[in-house]
């Protein structure tokens, strides 16, 4: 069975969108190997001008770098499209690769990927006056890596030709704090997305349970308690002055009592069984559950039913 080759380098566009993506995931040279991810600028450049109709790139990049003239071209190339160019570092953008990744109007930076900037190198040979040539132009060369990167760093020529000569590795934080980066991507800890509906009411009917249910402070307890106190002398003040009132009025009512017909005292009777009754009445009406547990039986209910009617 032949198997696909997974292709590193491509270009696509989304036509309903009116944008494309780019992937740089190889190196960059004059003489690309395609299949294993190099990309030249005449390449990507054949590309890019069919991508006329498009409003923003996205280019992803996971390179080590390449040969530096292809490198400047295909920033060129990027700079002079009229579409919004937006950079991406996958993984490391090192060497002309950081070069490319300046051609952005924004330049994103995973927190967990790097740059690394240098100054440009060869192989050469010769005697002393080609070898001091070759010294020469490879300080004009590095001359238009320095241009791409002062136009958007923060930072002084000679604070950047020390980064160079050291051959300096750039943390996201670092590289936006810089200027070589403009945003910092972070994995912020959001809820993942779900079409549970079930799960996602009831686990809100349950957060609003336990705030229901929120103990309270101290402070909060100590009121119900003053509360409950006045509220008790309150009840024996009424209880004295009743009392009071009740045994004055003892003597006159004792002759009333004897006066009491069998009538009467049937309805009596009849009045207490009503008031316990109205009582043991007032004593069912007490809830069984809380709220939140009646609002989830039914939620629990209804989605049941849902479920059922959907299988039928």
């Known amino acids: ?168 590795w750039l943390s996201s934080s670092k590289a936006n704090e810089l200027g070589f980066a403009t945003v910092v991507e972070k994995d912020d800890e959001e809820e993942k997305a779900s079409q549970n509906v079930k799960k996602k009411i009831l686990s809100m009917l349950l957060e609003q349970s336990e705030d229901e249910e929120e103990p309270k402070t101290d402070s909060e307890n100590e009121e119900d308690n003053m509360i409950s106190t006045e509220n008790n002398d309150s009840d024996e003040e009424q209880v004295n002055t009743d009392s009071e009132n009740q045994e004055d009025t003892n003597n006159s009512e004792e002759d009333n009592e004897n006066k009491e017909s069998i009538g009467e005292g049937e309805d009596n009777a009849n009045t207490t069984d009503e008031e316990s009754d109205k009582e043991n009445g007032d004593e069912n009406k007490e809830d069984d559950g809380s709220p939140s547990e009646q609002a989830t039986q039914m939620v629990g209910a209804f989605f049941m039913n849902l479920e059922k009617e959907m299988l039928k």
């Open 1 to 168: 069975m032949k198997k696909n080759k997974k292709q590193y380098y491509s270009l696509v566009q989304n036509e309903e969108e009116k944008s494309a993506v780019l992937n740089i995931f190889g190196d960059i040279t004059s003489f690309p190997w395609e299949s294993v991810g190099e990309v030249s600028n005449f390449l990507l450049s054949k590309k890019l001008e069919d991508l006329s109709d498009v409003n923003i790139i996205d280019v992803y990049i996971n390179s080590y770098g390449g040969e530096v003239a292809e490198g400047l071209a295909i920033y060129n190339a990027l700079k002079r499209h009229k579409a919004k160019i937006v950079t991406h570092v996958d993984g490391f953008a090192c060497s002309i690769a950081s070069v490319i990744f300046m051609a952005g109007d924004e330049r994103i930076m995973p927190s967990t990927s790097c740059l690394m900037i240098h100054n440009p190198w060869l192989y050469t040979a010769g005697n002393a006056q080609e070898l001091r040539k070759q010294a020469d132009d490879l300080d004009v060369i590095g001359e238009c890596s320095i241009n791409a990167y002062m136009e958007h760093c923060k930072i002084t020529k000679e604070e950047l030709k020390e980064l160079l000569d050291n051959e300096t």
